[in-house]
């Protein structure tokens, strides 16, 4: 039999790596060559349209429908220019992907002839049919009219002959469908909050925004192999295999020499990017073998989100050219490193300073250690959401496994700068002294020492890490749309800085100094979130039992973890800071459930498929040949040697069978409880029964198959095996 997976593996030993594709340009003459940049706009737009886009992205100020057909008509002029025939509004609906619906720019007119038409109307707003994007049951099917909104601070670009338009997705009663709607708004009470306390340093600060760069781990896997395992293309993952004797335990492919193979997709996937406007700076292999990680330089959160959407759709695009397949998936393999997507944030003001990096003076440095204060407060108050905004069913297979931070979301600060909060928890506060009598003893600001800023000093195992001057909230999953942890962080954010203007305010009109007040309620927020402080390693179970000690939450699974997005507390903090309302949260989180109700279901029913009809058969069938064997042996052999030389193989006889009706067993009570599981009422009721019963197949069904691989003739297994998926020819 000419075995598939013996295809397959032919098919990938054959492969010739792709040449690699120096472009004969430099990379700084095609950098955003496909994008609708600013100076591509000061080139084809009038001076007033100039002006109105510019204040629209730097400012918000909303652009005149005046100057929309104008801006239309560039645009349509500069995509022609390059061959582009249609345009598409391009929105992060909450399937967690990307959607667009493409229009040719064509327009007919008289006499059977056409022009080429794309105007104002067309640019800022348009009405795809949206009824079948998840809603969480804010409309209904009739009344499924959803608008697509122009977002004017993402520029547009060109991909595959369509011009893409960056939009927001909102539901015809104006409540957001998408991941970006929420984002927008959770950047603009960031700066109203901020801004507030940042002029309490400096007057001149009028606009702060926060700072996305993020690291885009990933596995790459031959398409042919690909193509032969059923559960990759269903399910991301693999459902079964057997480890392979040689993995990761030699530490030899992070940072390694890259294959020729990859580098040449990675050429061409920087290349694209880069005409794409999207600032890929870095490259590497990571633990697990063909495991990999790109990262670009920080942009501004709303267009690093837009590109980190982008590269994902482009490394798909790409890969398939060089006859990979990238797998997004957050635990793709067992028994190796799962991929994560680290998320480094930071705060900018418009006069150039990063609010998180500790200065080069005193006063620099208060300012630090006050933005600080208010970020560990915002995490400890708010450590739940931030567990909520990183949930899913990939992630909670990572999560806690070794290769990641657990579900206990804590911050690690380093050494100098916890010496620096113990110094000041043990201040006295300003408050406290007799200022008629001791006026020069108010806190002396110089006192707080200076931050000296040391790159080594690193913790992997802390899921929200400071780095030097920016946190990397480092739990985020690898397929994960980073609008997410990006807005709950932002609001948690703004609605900690607006409190610390309240709680400054107060003791100001008690009579204290500014400065004074300011210090007072930042050693206060400093000691009161003293819990969320943790230096040690996070992946250790002391950690877990101590963190359980200090009241943090450990929701090791998304059921658990997402009922944090519509308590009472959270529906309160996103609607005081006008992100979300109620109605919104609440057809998230059914969503979210849902979809991870889904997924297992997938999952599940792969698995079933998968031993059913491709391990069973094979298993059986190499059954038989051993005990066709067998009775071979008996005719030739006397009954003694026979008794003695047939026990070895009599067992073997036995194992296959047991794990064979072991499988059976299992697979057919799981479709069972599915069926059950089906037939429950209510979004959390399901997940919660895919959660605690069918997955709890998983792991016994998969031991059983995976023992058969092992015992199996190797020609007659029909799946890739590990040590095949997991070394790139
Ligand atoms: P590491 O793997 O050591 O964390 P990388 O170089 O892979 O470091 O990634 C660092 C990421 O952090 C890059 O995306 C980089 O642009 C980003 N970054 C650096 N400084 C800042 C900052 N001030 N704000 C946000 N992101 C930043
Ligand atoms: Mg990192």
């Not at 305010?505 to 009579?511: M, P, Q, R, S």
């Not at 943090?552 to 997402?562: F, V, Y």
């Not at 992100?579 to 889904?598: G, P």
């Amino acid at each position: 039999m000419a075995n598939f997976r013996f295809a397959a593996l032919r098919k990938t030993l054959d492969r010739q790596p792709l040449p690699i594709n120096y472009p004969s340009d430099k990379a700084s003459d095609y950098y955003g060559s496909m994008t609708f940049n600013r100076s591509v706009m000061k080139e084809y737009l009038t001076g007033e349209s100039f002006k109105g886009v510019v204040q629209a992205m730097d400012k918000g100020v909303r652009i005149d429908r005046n100057i929309t057909d104008q801006i239309a008509s560039a645009m349509k002029a500069w995509a022609m220019n390059k061959g582009v025939t249609h345009y598409t509004h391009w929105f992060h609906p909450l399937t967690g992907s990307t959607a667009e619906k493409h229009d040719a720019f064509i327009s007919p007119i008289e006499k059977g002839k056409a022009i080429e038409e794309f105007q104002g109307n067309a640019l800022i707003q348009q009405e795809p049919d949206a009824s079948s994007f998840p809603n969480g049951g804010i409309r209904s099917t009739f009344e499924a009219r959803g608008y697509t909104a122009w977002d004017p601070t993402s520029p547009a670009f060109i991909i595959q002959n369509t011009l893409c338009i960056p939009t927001i997705f909102v539901s015809y009663t104006g409540e957001s469908l998408d991941y970006k709607t929420p984002l927008l708004k959770s950047m603009q009470a960031l700066d109203i909050a901020t801004v507030d306390v940042c002029k309490m340093f400096d007057k001149d600060i009028e606009k702060v925004y926060p700072n996305l760069g993020w690291e885009q781990e990933y596995f790459l896997v031959d398409t042919a192999l690909y193509l032969a395992r059923p559960d990759l293309v269903l399910t991301g993952k693999t459902v079964f295999g057997h480890s392979s004797a040689k993995d990761q335990q030699l530490s030899d492919h992070y940072f390694g020499t890259i294959h020729n193979r990859v580098l040449a997709f990675m050429q061409d996937l920087e290349i694209e990017s880069h005409m794409l406007g999207i600032p890929l700076k870095t490259r590497h292999n990571e633990v697990a073998p063909s495991q990999f990680e790109c990262a670009p330089v920080f942009e501004e959160t709303n267009i690093a989100v837009d590109h980190n959407q982008l590269l994902m759709h482009l490394m798909d695009v790409v890969a398939r050219r060089h006859h990979f397949n990238v797998l997004l998936h957050e635990k793709p393999y067992d028994a190796v490193n799962g991929s994560g997507k680290h998320n480094n944030w930071s705060m900018s003001t418009d006069t150039g300073v990063n609010l998180l990096s500790p200065g080069k003076n005193p006063q620099e440095n208060f300012r630090f250690i006050t933005i600080l204060a208010n970020i560990l407060k915002a995490v400890h108050d708010n450590e739940e959401l931030m567990r909520a905004s990183i949930a899913s069913a990939g992630n909670d297979l990572r999560l806690g496994a070794n290769e990641a931070p657990p579900a206990i979301i804590s911050v690690f600060v380093g050494d100098q700068i916890t010496a620096t909060l113990e110094k000041i928890e043990n201040m006295p506060s300003a408050g406290n002294l007799d200022t008629t009598t001791e006026k020069d003893i108010t806190i002396d600001i110089p006192k707080i020492p200076e931050i000296l800023f040391d790159n080594t000093d690193r913790n992997r195992t802390s899921p929200f890490a400071f780095t030097g001057n920016k946190f990397e909230f480092r739990a985020v999953g690898s397929a994960a749309n980073t609008a997410k942890p990006m807005f709950v962080l932002n609001t948690i954010m703004a609605d900690q800085l607006s409190k610390f203007k309240v709680d400054v305010d107060t003791l100001i009109e008690k009579g204290l100094k500014k400065k004074d007040a300011m210090f007072d309620v930042a050693k206060r927020y400093i000691i009161e979130s003293k819990s969320i402080r943790f230096e040690g390693n996070s992946y250790s179970k002391e950690w877990e039992k101590e963190a359980a000690r200090r009241g943090l939450s450990n929701n090791r699974t998304t059921p658990e973890a997402l009922g944090a997005f519509v308590s009472e507390k959270s529906i309160d903090l996103f609607e005081r800071h006008n992100v979300m309302t109620k109605t919104e949260l609440e057809a998230r989180y059914s969503i979210k459930l849902e979809k991870y109700t889904k997924k297992i279901q997938i999952e599940s029913r792969t698995m079933s498929d998968l031993a059913t009809n491709h391990i069973l058969p094979t298993a059986i069938n190499y059954q038989n040949r051993l005990i066709e064997n067998t009775k071979g042996l008996k005719e030739v052999l006397d009954s003694k040697s026979f008794v003695k030389l047939s026990k070895n193989q009599l067992n073997t006889i036995k194992d296959i069978s047991n794990h064979i009706s072991e499988i059976k067993e299992y697979v057919e009570q799981m479709t069972e409880a599915r069926k059950k599981a089906n037939k429950l009422d209510g979004d959390l009721e399901k997940a919660m029964a895919y959660k605690d019963i069918i997955k709890d197949f998983f792991e016994i069904i998969r031991y059983h198959a995976d023992k058969l691989e092992i015992l199996v003739d190797d020609e007659m297994w029909p799946l890739p095996k590990y040590r095949e998926l997991l070394f790139i020819k």
